[in-house]
Every structure is written in structure tokens, then in C-alpha cells.
């Protein structure tokens, strides 16, 4: 599976963090689209790298990251295809890919610490879609939505 990372430089030191925690998955291959330093770039282009890459069909899955990881969330749910969630937690990562099949995870560099950053991370890669009638009949709504 391929998976796209990308970072302001609010999330740098986040993202290597994130890097390490996909290591552990060998049957992950990681797509990094930057940024590579802390000089001030814009998180709407750094989203918009990232999920190119999945309505592309390139990668299957991303990962922004900004300061907050709102900004850089907000600019992701605007790109059609994209269901970004934005996780400050276990428990949330876990129902954005098993209620929402959440293909985007955004989360802040300025807002967590790396050991809860890491377990985000484990629970929204191990957590499955349940793919069952209602929760796909929710995400078809979602997509209308994108459609109007």
C-alpha cells in the first residue's frame, strides 16, 4: 500500500515521528511530498501534494500535517474524493476510518506530543472500514455533498 506524507513547517519534527511509527508496517510504502526544513511554506499546497497523490490513485492514503493539523484538514476536505480527519486521539482515529473510511489523517505538530502521535498513527492504520449498509449509505451522502 502507498501512503503520502506531507507537512508545513509547523510539523516537521512531527512528521519524521510519523515516518518512523510507518516503518513498522512493511507492507507500507511512504510517499514524502515535504516540507523538508522550518521555513514558512503554505499548508493549502502542501494538502493539495497530498492528495494528489490519492485522487490520483498514486497513494491509497495520506497524511497532513500542519501546526493545528486544522488548517491543513480544512484545505484537504476541499479536494473531491478526499475525507480527511483531523485526530487528536485514539478513539477518534479509530472511528474515522471505521465509520467514515477516513483516507486522509491530519493531525498538529503544535498540538501533540509524539508518543500520542504515534498511537494515532497505529490505530487509524490497523483500524478497517467496517463497510457495512449504514455507514456507506452516510459516506454516499458525503459524496453528494462534494457533487452539489
Keep these: 500500500m502507498k501512503l503520502t506524507i506531507g507537512s508545513d513547517h509547523g510539523a516537521v519534527e512531527l512528521k519524521e515521528t510519523v515516518k518512523a511509527v510507518l516503518a513498522e508496517y512493511p507492507d507500507i510504502e511512504v510517499n514524502d511530498v515535504g516540507t523538508f526544513g522550518t521555513t514558512s511554506v503554505d499548508y493549502p499546497d502542501i494538502a493539495e501534494k497530498v492528495c494528489a497523490e490519492i485522487t490520483s490513485g498514486r497513494s491509497e492514503w ?18 473531491k474524493g478526499i475525507r480527511c480527519a483531523l485526530c487528536n486521539d485514539v478513539f477518534s ?12 489523517l491530519a493531525m498538529g505538530g503544535r498540538v501533540l506530543g509524539f508518543g500520542p502521535a504515534e498511537e494515532i498513527v497505529r490505530a487509524w492504520i490497523e483500524t478497517p472500514f467496517s463497510n457495512d449498509e449504514r455507514h456507506n449509505r452516510r459516506i454516499g451522502k458525503i459524496t453528494a455533498l462534494e457533487n452539489r
Excluded at 495520506?62 to 479536494?79: D, E, P, Q
Excluded at 482515529?93 to 486522509?104: C, G, I, M, T, Y
Aim: charged share 15%; glycine share 14%; hydrophobic share 40%.
Design 62 to 79: 495520506g497524511i497532513v500535517l500542519c501546526g493545528t493539523g486544522i488548517g491543513i484538514s480544512i484545505a484537504a476536505n476541499k479536494i
Design 93 to 104: 482515529a479509530k472511528k474515522s476510518r471505521e465509520h467514515n473510511n477516513a483516507n486522509v
